[in-house]
């Protein structure tokens, strides 16, 4: 065990055990602050720990984000035996007939005969809940005297007859989330209707049906259990699950849905924004950037990068804007999206949409023939969308080398320019991180799975173009020192992968990204912070000559925590809900026959080739890491988050080009 705070041991990577309400929860450490330690919990939540609240330590367990759950489940499954087997009283009759306090440690080797990480923490887990049987001073324990038991015993048993009901509930969502008996249609109707009503607004839920469901799945959140149990009890609530579980709303108020129905953009002539094409999903309705070029003489190139002109539709102040600020983001779920901003702007007014006119803001570049860049500007415009593409369309283009009208000749130029770029940036020390993502769409029971690739040409072509206009804005408002919010991430050491940048209102290097100044601009349709960016940069342009910002720098601190809760929640909620249906996917298609994979963490863990998405593997040899493999799904369970595999050997060349799940 390990009570002092203020030793130098490395936690990052190492399973913890912090005080939470009185419990030990358990937690994969991330990373570490100078008080605090950043964990991540079986469900993929994140929070801050203080440090001297972190009671356990096992360094015997490592974990990374994608294997936290089973290594998390393991660790349970061993605490659960160990506190079955515990009986404080019997303790307590050794205990107090040796006159003197024990460590937490000291009491789980007295009663379990042997001493180890797990059993000290089921031992001070029961310690910090016992009213009876020890007295805690500081983290040594005292037995209390005979007469203080045989009091506080029946003054427990007093308060135990008053919460049979309590416990009666509880044991009854453990058994619908485990599978057991069922409870009689009565009672069923009872939970359903107190479940029902926990779930519908998310800021008035119980405290103690928190603590019951918490109780009955430790490892799941409250709120996703009580749906869980809403669904096996057929009484399944009639929306989409990751959006009634975080309480998002999918309407809009009639204030909002006024204002956008009635926005109208300022007057801006159209202007030349050269041959201006999209490239998105083919399923994207909220269209943000648009891209345009040009050759030349000198080797050159000219690139336009123009970003919808949100500002434009969306008044500081106003309905709009207020919802758009609770918000904070769109989040995308595999059954629905939820829009930070209403339709008609998101999707029709504001949206890029290809034969139409569109305000937008552009970033006007000038590129050597090495790809340096050696000029830039900023400036409203209106300009013509002219065509719309997706990235499958550029990447046969690109892999065509044909260039047969102007669209295959705008992307081939700006795919030779995105290539000197990210070469450029690679130079300077940025970490390319591009794995392979799900996909996943869902409808009724329906789920669609597919493996996005993040380094294919077009996705390459439209990323770097996004970041060199992020650039581009931020190296304008550092040097004319307009207040914004900066994405920083100073090289510390170590491995820059792990260190996650932070937003902060003083530019400094982005190591991530290998750019001295870097904020994000580019999807003001979807973040509200870059809606807020567009406004700031825009107001300094229209009035260069006056000092006073749109924002202030305090109106900015309260965007920045706005913005960094509503991206880490919003990330975790979209992980979370794709990972859910991907197991469900498996759970009911993919258990009869081995499966494609590739190797991660050297054979500890596996990632499915079909549905990027990654599991513990059991009885591997050590292997390289991306080596093809066939395995069969072990176990899963989509609630829990767990997925694990069984070796089942290497893969040749025929079984990668034509294993499948079904």
């Known amino acids: 065990m390990n009570f002092d705070v203020s030793s130098p041991i490395k936690y990052a990577g190492t399973i913890v055990e912090y005080l939470d309400q009185g419990r030990l929860r358990a937690a994969l450490v991330t990373r570490e602050q100078e008080r605090h330690l950043a964990v991540i919990d079986s469900a993929g939540h994140e929070r801050l720990v203080p440090r001297d609240l972190v009671l356990m330590r096992h360094p015997d367990r490592r974990a990374d984000r994608e294997d936290v759950a089973e290594v998390l489940a393991d660790l349970e499954r061993e605490r659960a035996e160990l506190a079955g087997e515990l009986d404080l009283q019997l303790l307590w009759e050794v205990a107090q007939e040796q006159g003197r306090s024990f460590s937490a440690a000291e009491l789980a080797e007295l009663f379990f005969g042997r001493r180890s990480n797990a059993a000290a923490s089921v031992m001070l887990e029961a310690l910090l809940g016992d009213r009876i049987y020890f007295v805690r001073r500081h983290m040594d324990f005292v037995p209390r005297t005979p007469d203080q038991v045989e009091r506080l015993r029946m003054q427990n048993d007093r308060i135990r007859a008053r919460s049979d009901d309590y416990r009666k509930i509880q044991k009854q969502l453990r058994d619908v989330l485990n599978g057991a008996e069922m409870p009689p249609a009565a009672e069923a109707a009872a939970i359903i209707e107190e479940l029902s009503r926990y779930l519908k607004n998310p800021f008035t839920r119980s405290r103690d049906m928190t603590q019951m469901l918490a109780q009955a799945a430790p490892e799941v959140d409250p709120a996703e259990a009580a749906f869980e149990i809403l669904e096996r009890l057929g009484a399944r609530p009639r929306v989409p699950r990751f959006a009634f579980i975080a309480g998002l709303k999918d309407e809009f108020s009639d204030a909002v849905m006024k204002e956008a129905a009635e926005a109208v953009p300022g007057p801006r002539a159209i ?74 702007i998101s999707c029709r007014a504001a949206s890029l949409i290809a034969g139409e006119d569109r305000p937008v803001l552009t970033t006007d570049v000038r590129l050597s023939a090495d790809g340096a860049l050696v000029e830039s500007s900023i400036y409203p415009a209106r300009i013509p969308i002219m065509r719309r593409l997706d990235y499958d369309q550029v990447d046969r283009i690109l892999e065509s080398g044909a260039c047969a009208d102007d669209a295959a000749a705008t992307v081939s130029r700006l795919h030779g320019a995105a290539i000197g770029l990210r070469q450029r ?86 190591a991530g990204i290998g750019l001295d100044f870097y904020a994000q601009l580019s999807s003001p349709i979807r973040r509200y912070a870059d809606l807020v960016m567009q406004r700031q940069l825009l107001g300094a342009l229209k009035n260069r000559d006056n000092q006073t910002p749109i924002y202030t720098v305090d109106e900015l601190l309260t965007v920045l925590a706005g913005a960094e809760n509503a991206e880490a929640s919003g990330r975790e909620l979209e992980r979370r809900a794709k990972r859910y249906w991907i197991l469900r996917y498996l759970e009911r298609h993919a258990l009869d026959g081995p499966i494609l994979a590739y190797v991660a963490r050297e054979g500890q863990s596996a990632e499915l ?16 890491n991306q080596m093809p493999i066939m395995v069969q799904v072990s176990r899963v369970d989509p609630l829990r988050g767990w997925l694990a595999f069984d070796f089942v050997g290497p893969a040749d060349e025929a079984s990668t080009g034509a294993i499948r799940a079904v």
Request: aromatic letters at 6%; proline letters at 6%; hydrophobic letters at 40%.
């Open 271 to 344: 202007s030349d924004g050269g041959y201006a094409v999209t490239v998105d999903d083919d399923d994207t309705v909220e269209v943000d950037d648009a891209l345009s070029c040009e050759a030349l003489a000198d080797g050159g190139m000219r690139v336009r990068v123009h970003i919808s002109l949100v500002a434009d539709f969306v008044i500081k102040g106003g309905a709009m804007d207020q919802e758009a600020a609770a918000r904070a983001t769109t989040v995308y779920l595999p059954e629905t999206t939820i829009r930070m901003l209403p339709d008609p």
């Open 425 to 510: 940036r690679r130079t300077a020390g940025a970490v390319l991180v591009q794995r392979r993502e799900a996909k996943v769409r869902v409808h009724g029971d329906d789920v669609e799975i597919s493996v996005v690739d993040n380094a294919s040409p077009g996705r390459t072509l439209v990323a770097e173009f996004m970041v060199l206009s992020n650039f581009v804005a931020a190296r304008y408002a550092a040097e004319n020192r307009i207040p914004i919010i900066y994405r920083v991430q100073p090289h510390l050491g170590g491995d820059l992968a792990s260190q996650r940048p932070r937003l902060s209102l003083h530019p400094e290097y982005h």
């Open 609 to 624: 080739a079909d549905f990027a998405v990654r599991g513990t593997l059991h009885g591997a040899p050590s292997l390289p």
